[in-house]
């Protein structure tokens, strides 16, 4: 890892070398930009290390939905499994469930769905050129993805998504059970209806996606500094960025932290509406009688999804627990998710002493932040990935650059103005709703 000089003339420092930091930093360098990524540098530290690694075009709802009103009495309950709130955080972060409140309504979901859908859509053709560059290219596959519903009415209450995927053009495939069966004979719960997302990818490592880029970067002549950026200081002709070490000097600053960037972002006197949304996961081995589960499964009964991750290896993955971000980790959820999975694959014995724990940066409304600071020269904004990071992280790299050299993005940002969730939400219904209530 290289040192940086403090007088070092530096276009761009990213703070975060997560998958959304490390993506903006290497197509900062792919246009020649001198860049320099500070992190204190713990790659398991990374959300981006362990995901499941499903990159989907599909994947473009909201946590909050309009489904959110009749769950919300299990959710209070801690009585959902996709879900566990630490009661005395959720009176901390009272801006992102305002916000969080305020989405659930099928409009606004509509909405989103249709400002995430570019990203989506982009995210795997990116992952496989960067992934390509970077000699990674056997670590992703494309064999889809599959939602699995143990009851009809379960999947019945999924009847919008799937209204709204194909109004996008979404290819998906209805499955019954024998159908679930055929095309994923590792499956030994019986469930009773899936549907197969097929525009899918998955990454049977993430970490070590993460690691080839980390390569690619600095292949590519980029400058990597393994300090936590302590203060970030606006000075005439750019910005002074502090950390344990010195002073680091760049035009232009990416704030990329995942889920610290709003805490850092504060230090500048933003108050985003925001939210860690931590997850857990744990490795088992498959029984070795098994076949082997060929691509990653969303148990929805159990709120958790299985992936396979090569060597027969399946991380099994928890839903949401809604807490601080530094708090001590509660192996509650992961370990009723892997519960869970015993009854839906034939696993053995973990292979992991403890489940590994990740935080999502989680925006009330389900969109990154992806823009220029409202009141700063040089700042951009780029964090809040929640459920969809991995996948999407490589595509918002491109638009942080299209930003940072002055281009017109690729994408429409509009939607993931951070001015957005700077202020209280609007409770007002828009007209075509009003109309309808
Ligand atoms: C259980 C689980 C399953 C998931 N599954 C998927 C999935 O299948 N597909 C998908 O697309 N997404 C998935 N996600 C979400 C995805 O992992 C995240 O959205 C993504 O990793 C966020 O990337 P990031 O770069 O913003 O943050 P991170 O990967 O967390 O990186 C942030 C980086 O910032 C650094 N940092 C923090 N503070 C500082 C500082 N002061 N100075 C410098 N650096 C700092 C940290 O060290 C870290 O390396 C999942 C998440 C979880 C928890």
């Not at 403090?6 to 290497?26: F, K, T």
């Not at 909050?64 to 972060?93: E, F, I, M, T």
């Not at 992806?370 to 969809?388: D, K, S, V, Y």
């Amino acid at each position: 890892m290289s040192s940086v000089a403090p007088e070092a003339e530096l276009d761009v420092a990213v703070i975060g070398g997560g998958m959304v930091g490390l993506a903006s930093a290497l197509a900062l360098r792919e246009r020649d930009v001198r860049v320099v990524l500070l992190d204190p540098g713990e790659a398991r530290a990374r959300t981006s290390y362990g995901n499941a690694g499903v990159i989907s075009r599909g994947s473009i709802f909201p946590m909050s939905s309009p489904a959110l009103w009749a769950k919300l009495p299990s959710y209070l309950r801690n009585a959902d499994r996709g879900l566990r709130l630490r009661h005395a955080h959720v009176a901390r972060v009272i801006p992102w469930t305002a916000h969080f409140l305020a989405a659930a309504r099928t409009s606004a979901w509509e909405r989103a769905a249709a400002a995430l859908l570019p990203l989506t859509s982009a995210a795997l053709a990116e992952h496989a050129r960067l992934a390509d560059r970077a000699g990674a290219a056997h670590l992703l596959s494309r064999p889809g993805w599959i939602k699995l519903y143990r009851t009809d009415d379960a999947f019945a209450s999924a009847e919008l998504e799937r209204a709204i995927l194909r109004r996008h053009g979404i290819a998906l495939d209805i499955l019954d059970s024998d159908a679930i069966r055929d095309v994923e004979p590792a499956l030994v719960r019986t469930y009773a209806r899936g549907m197969l997302l097929p525009e899918t990818g998955a990454v049977s490592d993430p970490g070590a996606l993460v690691e080839a880029y980390e390569r690619l970067f600095l292949d590519l002549g980029g400058q990597i500094l393994r300090q936590a950026a302590l203060r970030l200081v606006p000075v005439e002709d750019g910005w002074q960025i502090h950390h344990a070490a010195g002073v680091v000097r760049a035009r232009q600053v990416v704030l990329a932290a995942g889920a610290a960037s709003a805490e850092i972002a504060r230090g500048l006197g933003y108050r985003f509406a925001f939210a860690a949304e931590r997850g857990y996961h744990r490795h088992f081995a498959l029984h070795p009688d098994s076949p082997p589960l060929t691509r990653p499964v969303l148990d929805t009964g159990a709120g958790s999804i299985l992936a396979p991750m090569g060597d027969g290896r399946v991380r099994v993955l928890s839903g949401v627990e809604l807490n601080a971000r530094t708090a001590a980790p509660d192996y509650h959820q992961i370990e009723a998710a892997s519960r869970e999975a015993a009854g839906t694959l034939r696993l053995g014995a973990p292979l992991d002493n403890r489940p590994w724990m990740g935080v999502r940066p989680s925006t009330p409304d389900g969109m990154p932040v992806i823009g220029a600071a409202p009141r700063h020269r040089g700042l951009i904004f780029a964090f809040g990935h929640g459920h969809i990071g991995l996948s999407t992280g490589a595509i918002t790299g491109r638009l942080v650059a299209d930003l940072a050299t002055g281009a017109t993005p690729a994408i429409p940002l509009a939607p993931f103005a951070p001015q957005r969730l700077l202020g209280w939400p609007c409770w007002r219904l828009p007209k075509e709703e009003r109309r309808s209530a």
